[in-house]
């Protein structure tokens, strides 16, 4: 792991193999060891980076409040503070992939190639909003359990939540260890992000949506919607994943990303 130091925090980052960058942005309340299949698997062809976004994981900071535009143009800083000024591919998951339409609209020269990972384009409706909102003010108040509770039976296809309950605990103790400040920010944000269903038909790099075929909260269908308004895109769904479809079924995965990429 790097610490790198963007502007007022210290951004902690997984990196490893050479070659060209892929970025890999990780989903909420996560960090970047959702990607640990990719990192392992993607590694010797690629120089693979994936940080903690601002306020998560070992990315110490305190924020009322992070927009996806805060969180891409972080990526774009750690990018120059890594030296790294050849287009990436960019692949982020669900929040991930909402920080990835404001990465390529603000960053559009730093994109060689898109991968979107069971995420969405619309914006939250005002029932969503109002939920989320609420359910900052109660991470802060009385902590995690209960937004964990309430996400965890989405995360994972069924039969993925009984037969892998390695990769299910792991992923509840990094949310439980994930700072009540840093989940109130990012609901905060995602509660005021755009909707971006309108720009993509302006997506002018190839670009790969990937879906975990029993997604349960951005599924299949939405996202098969997105792939057929962004030009040229490629839509792969993994059979009997979910949401955590690149920690569900992490050779597939990776063998749609090769597929793409190579
Ligand atoms: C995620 O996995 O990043 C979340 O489900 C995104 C969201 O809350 O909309």
Redesign the pocket.
């Known amino acids: 792991m790097r610490q790198i130091t963007i502007g007022e925090f210290t951004m902690n980052v997984a990196e490893a193999g050479s070659g060209s960058p892929l970025v890999l942005v990780?989903?909420?309340?996560?960090d970047h060891s959702m990607w640990q299949g990719q990192i392992d698997g993607l590694a010797s062809q690629f120089r693979v980076i994936a940080p903690d976004l601002r306020g998560f994981g070992q990315s110490k900071s305190k924020d009322d409040v992070v927009t996806m535009a805060q969180f891409a143009d972080d990526i774009a800083a750690l990018l120059d503070a890594m030296e790294v000024s050849e287009p990436i591919t960019y692949c982020g998951?669900?929040?991930?992939?909402?920080i990835g339409w404001q990465f390529i609209e603000r960053h559009r020269d730093r994109v060689a190639k898109l991968i979107q990972c069971?995420?969405?384009a619309k914006a939250?409706t005002d029932e969503?909003r109002a939920t989320?909102l609420k359910a900052a003010d109660h991470v802060l108040e009385h902590g995690p359990e209960t937004l964990i509770t309430t996400?965890m039976p989405?995360?994972f296809a069924d039969a993925n939540r009984s037969s892998q309950p390695d990769i299910v605990e792991a992923t509840r103790q990094v949310m439980m260890n994930t700072a009540p400040s840093a989940i109130a920010a990012?609901?905060r944000g995602?509660a005021q992000r755009p909707d971006v269903t309108n720009e993509l038909s302006k997506i002018d790099v190839p670009t790969l949506i990937l879906v975990g075929e029993h997604d349960a909260?951005?599924p299949p269908d939405e996202m098969r919607d997105i792939a057929a308004a962004i030009p040229g895109a490629q839509f792969v769904q993994i059979d009997g994943a979910g949401?955590?479809a690149p920690l569900e079924d992490p050779q597939a995965v990776n063998n749609a990303m090769l597929a793409f990429l190579s």
């Open positions: 990780h989903g909420f309340p996560l998951l669900s929040m991930g992939g909402y069971d995420t969405k939250d969503a989320r996400m989405k995360l990012a609901q995602m909260i951005s949401h955590m």
